[in-house]
């Protein structure tokens, strides 16, 4: 079945340092992968999302690449912010049909600590 | 403004107590699913449902139950036979569940305490 695997955390960073969360996907098909946001005591909320190999998603400043040979979506910031400071989890979707049912797979989640 | 709306954000159950969490979105999406988070676990899939008055169980069923008469409506339902109840509770939405791309938008959560 599918299966999302994150970096340990909790990540500590400085205000201005760079930001790489790696995840890592096993799935069949041709998955979509995400990367949701968690502010404390709120529900998710979409960062980005890429739908095919090469593809990459972007907005705030986060990036991460759809790496099909490396089955790879590595969330990366050049330049963090204390606001940023949250939990992040990385997810894919697969179409429906087999045992995945279009439903999201979700990784354990990263958290985020940005000190100024 | 669209989006999904979960009340209550904080529930007290005792034991023995069924209790119903409440999920209306008005982004006219054909699926809504419920999540519930554990810390350090990720999210788990409940339940799930494409259409109106369809339903399936998702990886963690047991011990709850939902419905779907309505289209922008989704409740659930936490049993007294769901031993380990205390948790974050999150609904979701997308447009449908055929197409990987699409977005599956979330609700603000609803937390559920056993006292």
């Known amino acids: 079945g599918n299966s999302v695997t994150q970096m340990e955390g909790p990540v500590t960073l400085s205000e201005e340092a760079f930001l790489t969360i790696n995840c890592t996907y096993t799935?069949?098909?041709?998955?979509?992968l995400f990367w949701y946001v968690q502010y404390p005591g709120e529900g998710l909320q979409l960062l980005l999302k890429?739908?095919?190999?090469?593809d990459k998603g972007s907005n705030k400043g986060f990036e991460a690449t759809y790496r099909k040979e490396t089955t790879s979506f590595h969330l990366e910031k050049g330049s963090v912010q204390v606001s940023d400071s949250a939990v992040y989890f990385c997810?894919?979707?697969?179409?429906?049909?087999?045992?995945?049912?279009?439903?999201?797979?979700f990784g354990q989640g990263t958290i985020l600590t940005v000190h100024p | 403004d669209g989006g999904i709306t979960q009340s209550p954000k904080y529930l007290f159950r005792k034991e023995g107590q069924n209790v119903t969490l409440s999920c209306e979105q008005n982004?006219?999406?054909?699926?809504m699913y419920w999540y519930r988070q554990d810390p350090g676990q990720g999210l788990r899939l409940i339940y799930y449902?494409?259409?109106?008055?369809?339903?399936q169980k998702g990886d963690i069923a047991e011990g709850y139950s939902v419905s779907r008469e309505k289209k922008e409506s989704f409740p659930l339902t936490v049993t007294s036979a769901q031993k380990n109840p205390t948790a974050f509770y999150l609904c979701?939405?997308?447009?449908?569940?055929?197409?990987?791309?699409?977005?599956?938008?979330f609700g603000e959560g609803s937390w559920l305490t056993v006292v």
């Open positions: 979701a939405s997308s447009i449908d569940r055929q197409e990987p791309g699409n977005t599956i938008y």
């Open positions: 799935a069949t098909g041709y998955p979509s």
């Open positions: 890429a739908t095919k190999a090469d």
């Open positions: 997810a894919l979707r697969s179409g429906a049909g087999g045992t995945s049912y279009g439903k999201l797979t």
């Open positions: 982004l006219n999406h054909d699926a």
């Open positions: 449902s494409q259409i109106v008055n369809d339903f």
